[in-house]
């Protein structure tokens, strides 16, 4: 069995110091779970699969074909979430003003910041969020910014987050450090996560592994969401309680 992705790019003095410091223990998932899927959306795709040299083109923000390899690990996560009844929250973006004045640093970070895509903060089709499910439009890079995520989390009694989704280096990143700052455990699966930059998607999931989060597969993933409790958050979201057996697909 090969090792962890980011294996690839650590020297030895890495691999000492960090096995040293004690980094990278285990939290473990929690008992109360939510999944986030974070901007799984067409500007971070692009609109059909291919390889991201040419989908950087039309989309600048693309992570081209990763990104959709990536959705179909998404959509097995979603399914097993869905089973026992385990609230699915994604984020997408906010549709700029016309003068680009909301897009703040942003436009300072990239010349092609002004370019937009009609309908590029759209879920892509093969994730689109279903009735029960919560949709976050956020500006910032994570996901706690300036929108109700604490509150809804709050609500649902949840102590714990299964973060997905892109970028791995950027909005992924970045709402884990804030979830792990709020207490809760996080755990990103790395196989429904990307990045446009192969080695910060690696070392990404190196540093979030090592200090904020636990980088788990999916198929472990989808063990413990077996043994979640069917029904859990019924009681503080009954929409979940006529969805949960409504197979994957149907709204």
């Keep these: 069995m090969s090792g ?15 096995t040293r410091s004690g980094y ?8 109360r779970p939510v999944v986030l899927v974070i901007d799984v959306n067409y500007n971070f795709v692009g609109d059909r699969p291919e390889p991201i040299e040419e989908s950087v083109k039309r989309w600048r923000n693309s992570c081209g074909a990763e990104g959709w390899t990536a959705a179909e ?34 436009l300072d970070k990239s010349a092609r910041g002004k370019e937009q895509h009609s309908g ?10 279903r009735p029960e499910d919560i949709v976050i439009a956020k500006s910032k890079p994570s996901v706690f910014f300036g929108t109700l995520l604490t509150s809804y989390l709050v609500d649902l009694q949840a102590d714990s987050i299964i973060a997905c989704g892109t970028t791995t280096s950027g909005c992924v990143r970045a709402t884990v450090v804030d979830g792990f700052s709020y207490n809760y455990r996080m755990s990103v699966v790395a196989e429904c996560t990307f990045d446009r930059g192969q080695a910060s998607h690696a070392l990404n999931l190196f540093d979030m592994h090592q200090k904020y989060a636990d980088v788990v597969q999916l198929d472990e993933t989808l063990e413990y969401l077996r043994g979640v409790p069917a029904g859990l958050f019924d009681t503080r979201m009954p929409i979940l309680r006529q969805r949960q057996h409504q197979p994957a697909g149907v709204s």
Aim: net charge neutral; glycine share 14%.
């Design 4 to 18: 962890p992705i980011w294996d690839q790019f650590l020297t030895p003095r890495d691999r000492e110091v960090f």
């Design 24 to 31: 990278g223990a285990r939290a473990g998932f929690g008992e």
């Design 73 to 106: 690990h998404i959509a097995e996560l979603l399914d097993g979430a869905r089973a026992r009844g385990v609230p699915v929250i994604y984020s997408t973006g906010v549709d700029p003003r016309p003068d680009g004045f909301d897009r703040g640093r942003w």
């Design 120 to 129: 590029g903060n759209t879920i892509i089709p093969p994730i689109r969020p």
